[in-house]
């Protein structure tokens, strides 16, 4: 268990609503990760972080923000949420180079 | 850039057959690679992975790949299926060359155990 939880586990919202997901972790990870997981694309990086207030952008990006404020908090925002950002969102942390993620149990997001 | 492909989006075996899951990576600097777990409404657990040193690694749940540098490939193994194998396994590879050392995965496999 690497401390991670994420909140909320399920919501529903309307298209053009804004939305915030949350990434706590208690083990004061360096680096942290957000995905989204599709069927058949397996996980695809949204942003990451690599210290407090240090971000970037990763292979899908477009339509997503970050802040890391805190080592233990990473916030996934959603300005306008659209129906193709209908999916599972995962964050995972890691610490030196070569060691692996871990992963939490993940935010099922429905855009209506 | 890296890139893995995953052969077989689902994979059916029978109870203590077998398990073969094929990983082949594009990397252009020496790859960390690993191998996931997802079972149903869950996050993705660790099964094993690859640094360096020794080719063939062994996991939890009796799992076990091996890296073949050759052939680019990173092929999960399990000589005998049980029931609650079926999971949904994903590899991924990184590098300390990659920013962030981001991990790229591939599509997924479905493993179906048959009774």
């Known amino acids: 268990d690497a401390g991670i939880t994420q909140s909320p586990r399920h919501k529903v919202t309307e298209t053009g609503t804004p939305v915030t997901l949350r990434c706590h972790q208690t083990e004061n990870h360096r680096y942290m990760y957000w995905y989204r997981q599709d069927p058949g694309h397996g996980l695809r990086l949204i942003h990451y972080?690599?210290?407090?207030?240090?971000?970037d952008k990763g292979e899908v990006s477009d339509g997503y923000s970050v802040s890391r404020s805190k080592t233990e908090d990473f916030l996934l925002t959603l300005e306008s949420a659209t129906s193709s950002q209908t999916s599972v969102y995962f964050c995972?942390?890691?610490?030196?180079?070569?060691?692996?993620?871990?992963f939490g149990d993940g935010t099922r997001l429905s855009i209506l | 850039a890296q890139s893995v492909t995953q052969l077989g989006s689902h994979v059916s075996v029978s109870e203590g057959a077998l398990v073969l899951l094929r990983c082949n990576y594009s990397?252009?600097?020496?790859?960390?690679l690993f191998w996931y777990v997802q079972y149903p409404n869950q996050g993705l657990q660790l099964l094993l992975k690859y640094t360096t040193g020794a080719t063939l690694v062994k996991g939890i749940n009796g799992f076990e790949a091996e890296f073949k540098k050759s052939e680019t490939s990173f092929h999960l193994t399990k000589p005998s299926a049980h029931m609650s194998d079926a999971a949904e396994y994903f590899c991924a590879v990184t590098s300390t060359k990659a920013a962030g050392n981001k991990l790229t995965f591939g599509g997924g496999t479905r493993v179906l155990v048959k009774p």
């Open positions: 995972a942390v890691r610490d030196r180079g070569g060691q692996p993620q871990h």
């Open positions: 972080s690599y210290g407090v207030k240090d971000t």
């Open positions: 990397s252009s600097v020496p790859p960390y």
